[in-house]
């Protein structure tokens, strides 16, 4: 049973220190039970929702109980707009699930997992994207996952949308990529209409309370309009990843909405680099040492650094002064047990609730 321990290692020291041995009994006991519990929880999860395998008689749709949803219409969307859509997918198995291979039948659309393998109650999703520039009108496709594991399967799900040829944006979408937390940032998309000499868009629906569009007509003139499209994201947006549509509001009573998406990433103002840091296969007693960078925009000083490590595989040297930038020494000893290595990291800042995390992973293959 893995008994979570700490990593101690004083922000005032350099040297080396091992993986927590010196609890006392009772933080001990307190902390095995709380482990114990929590194990149990999820043993229990897995058994009432997972399955060791599927039955003969479900095997043809085993593969297909994976998704939320099994197919997706993206509806009226302008020529040139990001058009994609994410498909849910968890484990609900007990054994890992492998997608061999992700295809679409029509050139028009183009499909890519998150990820290509899934332990029990993992989640993930398999992206599928419709090519408005090259295709209009009508298009009709359907993107097939095929899987080898723990079973042969495959799945089939439609995708379907009208691609307009009256309403073009460019460029597609508010792409923000990576922000740093805390900051405003504002993207504008040119939208070009071309049909009655009347039409317009009265305003701009969110569903978000992080973004906020505005747009404006620039120019008109017989049967043709342009429009710009001010989205902002605000400065109190959430660390982490957010996608997310909004929806131009027009006088078309056939197709009121025009849907633009809206992606972005913000950054913690303290980042770790690698996030996951692939150890490789040590023989017993061997040693390596990584370094783990900790990054942020102001001085920061790093408190202490948890693990819930069960074995003294794992050193963290820390260092003793404040600094915006700090490199933190991580030394792998290979047990003399042989087997997977698979250690999650907690960094604790002086001043901040949530630690940052990172990963080591690897495998001691023996003497």
């Not at 890519?112 to 408005?132: I, N, Q, W, Y």
Request: charged share 25%.
């Amino acid at each position: 049973m893995i008994v979570a321990r700490s990593i101690i290692a004083c922000a005032r020291s350099v040297c080396f220190r091992t993986v927590g041995r010196n609890f006392g009994a009772v933080q001990r006991r307190k902390r095995l039970g709380q482990t114990t519990f929590g194990y149990a929880a999820l043993l229990l999860i897995v058994q009432s929702t997972a399955f060791s395998q599927p039955s003969e008689t479900a095997q043809k749709n085993w593969a297909e109980r994976l998704f939320e949803k099994t197919s997706h219409d993206f509806g009226d969307v302008a020529r040139g707009s990001n058009a994609s859509y994410r498909f849910k997918i968890k484990n609900i198995y007990r054994d890992p699930v492998h997608i061999l291979d992700v295809r679409t039948s029509c050139g028009c659309t183009a499909g890519k997992p998150s990820k290509d393998t899934f332990k029990a109650l993992e989640e993930g999703f398999v992206e599928v994207t419709m090519d408005t520039k090259k295709f209009i009108r009508q298009k009709n496709s359907n993107l097939i996952i095929t899987f080898d594991a723990p079973l042969r399967g495959e799945v089939t799900l439609p995708i379907s949308a009208y691609i307009r040829t009256d309403v073009v944006l460019k460029p597609g979408g508010a792409t923000f990529g990576v922000i740093p937390n805390g900051e405003k940032k504002q993207r504008k998309i040119a939208i070009s209409y071309a049909g009655r000499d009347d039409w317009t868009i009265r305003g701009v629906r969110t569903r978000s309370k992080f973004i906020t569009a505005t747009v404006n007509e620039t120019s008109r003139s017989a049967g043709r309009a342009e429009f710009e499209l001010v989205v902002t994201l605000k400065e109190n947006a959430p660390i982490g990843s957010l996608r997310e549509q909004i929806f131009l509001e027009t006088d078309d009573q056939d197709s009121p909405s025009v849907p633009v998406l809206v992606e972005a990433t913000v950054e913690p103002d303290i980042v770790v680099t690698p996030k996951a840091i692939p150890v490789g296969s040590l023989r017993a007693g061997q040693m390596k040492t990584f370094n783990v960078v900790v990054r942020g925009k102001e001085s920061f000083i790093v408190d202490r650094v948890e693990s819930n490590a069960s074995e003294s595989a794992f050193q963290i040297r820390l260092p003793k002064k404040q600094a915006k930038l700090h490199i933190l020494y991580l030394r792998v000893k290979a047990p003399e047990r042989t087997g997977k290595l698979d250690e999650e990291f907690s960094i604790h800042i002086a001043g901040q609730r949530a630690p940052i995390k990172f990963r080591a992973t690897g495998r001691v293959i023996g003497l």
